[in-house]
């Protein structure tokens, strides 16, 4: 199966340790297409509801408004995708990606 970046899934995060964000739920894929080809995991991030703070970006999937926890960027096995959700429209990802830039940024 291919794995793009852009593509919104369902996630299974669990087990998790402490204040990492945890249960299944939909992230979206932030990996570079050429990573995503070669290696047996994938980057993601997290999308949850609730407050907005720094690093956070605001999403609507499915037509429910949430949040992009950039915060919470993890890299995740490809077996604990679960079910693919659709792809992220081109400006929400947009910002996403300019975020996670913007958090390394020295």
Aim: proline share 7%.
């Amino acid at each position: 199966m291919i794995h793009s970046q852009g593509q919104l899934w369902l996630v299974n995060l669990d087990p998790t340790i402490g204040s990492e964000i945890r249960k299944t739920r939909p992230a979206v894929i932030v990996s570079p297409d050429e990573l995503n080809e070669h290696l047996r995991t994938v980057i993601v991030v997290p999308l949850t509801t609730g407050r907005a703070y720094p690093f956070r970006v605001s999403t609507r999937v499915g037509g429910k408004p949430g949040v992009a926890a950039v915060d919470q960027l993890r890299t995740v096995d490809k077996r604990r995708l679960v079910k693919d959700l659709g792809t992220m429209r081109s400006p929400t990802l947009k910002k996403i990606l300019d975020t996670i830039s913007d958090m390394f940024a020295v």
